[in-house]
């Protein structure tokens, strides 16, 4: 077997370009040709969680994602997500690449996010709110900004002086980010409140909404973890990234939907029916509309193949 290259968190960001993999994404998702079942979820410990995530494309390539979820590693120089992206020749069977799967997943959800602003977030959106500190955070102000025309972007954490670094590593950069000790004040001015935490209690509540906004809710991905309350669940338009996941999975609409506050038949559409042009999206100016997402491995395997295909025209 040749020697399989390994791309890892450098060679990913220097490949990486969020128009075009956004673009890639929606085409993915409206062509609907990969194959992704749903995810093995496997806590081996309390606290810790290995999730399993295969795609495929018939006579074109296949992807798996081995993830380690390991929240206690917040804080520490271990990040909390570890593991490999596996990618393979469908048509021979040949593994053509390995991936940084923390990096590829932190691209590939921040670009789903902002996919999901193009069809939901009103188009003239310029104040962003991002919630969480984590790895995630930069990469979700990145690709709403290639989306919307942000003008002001705020960002709040459990810890400020965390909120605080973000901020300043944006100093360079043509977007004017400000660090916050407490949003309640701030949240109903902004467009796109944009959450990715591990928070298992709720962060926004109906006092945070205002007429039009749009909501991107990305960090809960078990059913006891909860980043919107049930008023805000009660009051919005949702979308999902992937209906049975979202459903299933995360506490942000498992929970009301257990307690009988929301039913399955108010969740409006999916990505996919969204780039399909199966729905419209955002219907009216004053709507509120929120976009839960859990990742799916339709995700992975675009993302993989993106990069690999620039990662090869570096090689010619």
Known sequence: MPHLPFLDANTIEQLHHYPSLIDELGKALSAQRITYPLRHHHDYSE??????????????????????????NRGTKMPSIQ?????????????????????????????????????????DSRRLLV????????????????????????????????AQRIAKDFEEAKIPITSLEEFDTMAPSMDIISTGTMATEPLLYGKHLQAGQHLDLVGS??????EASDEVVQEVSIFVDNRTGALRESGDLYLPLQAGIIKEADVCGELHELCAGDHPGRSRAEEITLFKSV???????VAARFYYQRFLATQA
Not at 108 to 121: N, Q
Not at 221 to 226: A, L, Q
């Open 47 to 72: 606290e810790n969680t290995l999730l399993i995530m295969p795609s495929w494309e018939d006579g074109r390539d296949v992807g798996i994602k081995l993830v380690t979820v390991t929240p206690a």
């Open 83 to 123: 593991g490999v992206v596996v990618y393979f020749d469908a048509q021979i069977g040949s593994p053509l690449a390995l991936f940084d799967a923390a990096a590829l997943t932190r691209k590939r959800t921040a670009a789903a996010s902002a996919l999901a602003s193009r069809f939901l977030s009103r188009p």
């Open 131 to 162: 919630l969480g500190t984590g790895a995630l955070a930069p990469e979700l102000i990145r690709a709403h900004c290639t989306i919307r025309p942000i003008e002001e972007a705020f960002i709040w954490g459990r810890t400020f002086e965390k």
């Open 221 to 226: 991905y078990k059913k006891h973890m909860r």
């Open 295 to 301: 990742g799916f491995a339709l995700e992975d395997l």
